[in-house]
């Protein structure tokens, strides 16, 4: 068998499980074999083991550095996805007549609200839907109730390419957020959310663990009879550790979050995330053969939506299965959704902007 290098990896465009930094690709597989003289990998080790000890802790640590996380938080690595969120948080938050308020504004928002329906009752604050979630609710079209249990939104809509620039402001009743897609791209001030979720597999590390920030004094509104792990209590009494947690997933994550203090915090992240969209939404705006149909104001810097014309689906389908020919691979848009999507996580390079926007400008002069 042939050893894989570097010079292999193409440019990956794929919306999640996403690409990752190299640097941390290349430490875990230096690792692999034997993590830290321990002779054995950390696939193999005791997750009680003191080599795992540090290596949860220092996720942790860079989870909180990077977050900038309040004492008064705890940081949970869970199983089961952003979707087992979707049914624990309103399991665990729900107080008895106090309805839950969502901001609908896509697939992520829908599948959520579906299992919120099945444990409490259900307002609906905003939704993007008459508009085909091509823009987010304005503040003038959510309305949100003193009353309710908490308010539930997705930070960044994965799909439909539209992002939160500014959060709704919700006074005492905890902001719920789904972030899984746009997690650690920029800073956020975690003191406004009551609880924030994120399936690790785009901007965190690989699939297997979800990232739960949770105000502590929040898991206290569960009842102590349910079972015992769906409780956040329970994960937090337990240093995320009640059971066997996904070792080599949180592994990769520690890596990930010493990959973002050596490139500069998340403060050069969040810098180059702007630049990298930027540069590919001024492409699309000025090319008169693609074009981007979510509102300017509300576009995501992580998910770039890509039509061709008004939605030419065989010149699309010929521009994904071109682009994979050349190198870059995952641009075919969500099953839901159509056209194309190029998702442009922190660990997707400025070469593979660049590298995108040469190829879309050769593919426009041949068939434009
Ligand atoms: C990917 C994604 C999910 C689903 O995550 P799973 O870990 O597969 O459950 C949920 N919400 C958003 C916003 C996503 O991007």
Redesign the pocket.
């Known amino acids: 068998m042939k050893k894989t290098t570097v010079a292999d990896r193409i440019f990956n465009f794929s919306?999640?499980p996403a690409v990752l930094p190299v640097p941390v690709l290349e430490e875990a597989r230096d690792q692999l074999l034997n993590y830290q003289n321990s002779g054995m990998s950390v696939m193999e080790m005791s997750h009680r083991s003191k080599a795992f000890d540090q290596i949860l802790a220092s996720a942790e640590a860079g989870v909180r550095k990077h977050m900038n996380i309040p004492d008064n938080y705890a940081v949970l690595f869970l199983q089961?996805?952003?979707?087992?969120q979707f049914s624990m948080v309103p399991i665990n938050l729900f107080i008895k007549d106090k309805p839950i308020d969502v901001i609908h504004t896509g697939v992520?928002t829908k599948?959520a609200m579906a299992e919120i329906k099945k444990i409490a009752p259900m307002r609906l604050a905003g939704t993007g839907e008459q508009e085909n979630f091509r823009r987010l609710p304005r503040p003038d079209e959510i309305k949100l109730g003193k009353d309710a249990s908490y308010v539930y939104i997705?930070s960044?809509?994965?799909?439909y390419g539209t992002q939160w620039k500014k959060f709704p402001e919700t006074g005492d009743v905890p902001l719920v957020a789904?972030?899984?897609?746009d997690i650690l791209s920029r800073q956020v001030d975690v003191k406004k959310f009551g609880l924030i979720f994120a399936?690790a597999?785009?901007n965190l590390g690989p699939?297997g663990v979800?990232l739960v920030v949770i105000r502590k004094d929040l898991a206290e509104r569960a009842d102590k009879n349910l079972p015992t792990m769906f409780q956040f209590r329970t994960h937090i009494e337990s240093g995320s550790r009640y059971n066997t947690p996904p070792t080599f997933g949180i592994y990769i994550l520690s890596l990930v979050m010493d990959w973002i203090t050596k490139e500069g915090g998340i403060s050069a992240i969040e810098k180059r995330n702007a630049l990298k969209a930027k540069l590919l939404y001024d492409y699309i705006d000025q090319s008169g053969f693609y074009r981007c149909p979510i509102e300017k104001s509300d576009r995501s810097l992580m998910n770039v939506i890509v039509r061709i014309g008004e939605g030419n689906e065989a010149l699309e389908k010929e521009f994904d299965q071109e682009a994979e020919k050349s190198g870059l691979s995952g641009l075919k848009g969500h099953r839901s959704a159509g056209g194309l999507r190029a998702s442009i996580y922190n660990a997707q390079p400025l070469e593979g902007v660049q590298a995108l926007i040469d190829f879309m400008k050769e593919f426009a002069r041949r068939k434009g």
């Open positions: 919306a999640g089961g996805g952003a979707s087992l992520w599948m997705a960044n809509n994965t799909i789904d972030m899984s897609s399936g597999q785009k699939s979800t």
